[in-house]
């Protein structure tokens, strides 16, 4: 079993900031690529940011110079800056997880935190 947990959703105020982090944890060899999804209301889920266990990173455009994706060992982290109302939605954590050495790559899921962003 692959435990994903996030943490670090709320309400916060336009301009505002929030730091989302998320932790993996059990029966895990390595992980290869984490990262953060969203899904606003009415809305499919859509890519946020990505980091590779390299540290190479991407995000969707329209989070660029706002949104910053860290990570550490089995942890990621979502430093969210100039939050807009756009913003709103739940946040996901993904993990492309390795449970031994030669098994595939599984695609594990935290159950999502609300980032609520209104005056």
């Known amino acids: 079993q692959v435990q994903l947990v996030e943490s670090g959703g709320g309400l916060v105020q336009p301009g505002g900031s929030l730091r989302l982090s998320c932790a993996a944890s059990?029966?895990?060899?390595?992980?290869?690529?984490m990262g953060w999804y969203r899904q606003a209301p009415g809305k499919e889920r859509e890519l946020v940011a990505v980091?590779?266990?390299?540290?190479t990173t991407n995000y969707q455009d329209s989070v660029k110079g706002r949104f910053t994706i860290s990570r550490e060992k089995n942890t990621v982290s979502l430093q969210m800056n100039s939050l807009q109302p756009e913003d709103t939605a739940v946040y996901t954590c993904?993990?492309?997880?390795?449970?031994?050495?030669?098994?595939?790559?599984?695609?594990?899921w935290g159950k999502g935190t609300l980032v609520t962003v209104s005056s």
């Open positions: 980091i590779t266990s390299g540290g």
């Open positions: 059990g029966s895990i060899f390595s992980i290869d690529a």
């Open positions: 993904h993990a492309a997880v390795k449970r031994t050495k030669y098994a595939w790559r599984e695609d594990c």
